[in-house]
């Protein structure tokens, strides 16, 4: 087993409750238009963000603050809509709030990723099934996010 395997997350996400692990992971995450791509005739989403090592932090006080590229995969994905979010910036840094699902009555879930300045990628599929896995080594960053209350 390669030093990326022992460090890296790797998650699935078959119902509301996976995804809500996926999400507190995801939060604070950092990802550019050119990092996301909907695959329509694969029906599968994938974003690669930078996203902030909340484990580590939790771990204790004098531990490092890190980041690690990690892939986020959607499958079985109908369409995916988009809102405040200029896909012409490719280097545009987006940062991930939150993640919701929503089962709706067309039998369908409204997946929503929230980014800071009122973003918002839905991702409407027919089931959750959801990925993350980290990839590459981390690196240490500066600060942790902070969030006003």
């Known amino acids: ?4 395997e022992k460090i890296g997350l790797k998650l699935i996400a078959n119902n509301e409750k996976d ?3 996926i999400s ?3 939060q604070d995450s950092i990802v550019t238009i050119r990092d996301i791509v ?3 005739k694969n029906k599968t ?3 690669i963000v ?5 484990e580590d932090v939790e771990k204790g006080i004098f531990r490092d603050n890190k980041r690690i590229r990690c892939a986020i995969k959607f499958e079985t994905v109908l369409q995916v809509k988009k809102r405040n979010i200029n896909q012409k910036n490719k280097n545009k840094p987006l940062e991930c709030l939150a993640l919701e699902t929503l089962f709706t009555k067309e039998k369908n879930y409204y997946t929503s990723i ?16 959801v990925s993350l896995k980290d ?4 690196w240490k960053v500066k600060s942790s996010p902070v969030h006003k209350i």
């Open 45 to 47: 989403f994938i974003m």
């Open 135 to 138: 990839i590459g080594e981390p």
């Open 50 to 54: 930078n996203r902030f090592m909340w």
């Open 24 to 26: 507190a992971y995801l």
């Open 38 to 40: 909907f695959l329509k």
């Open 114 to 129: 929230f980014f800071a300045g009122d973003g918002i990628i839905t991702i409407i599929s027919e089931v959750i099934d």
């Open 19 to 21: 995804f809500k692990v």
């Open 1 to 4: 087993m390669s030093e990326n």
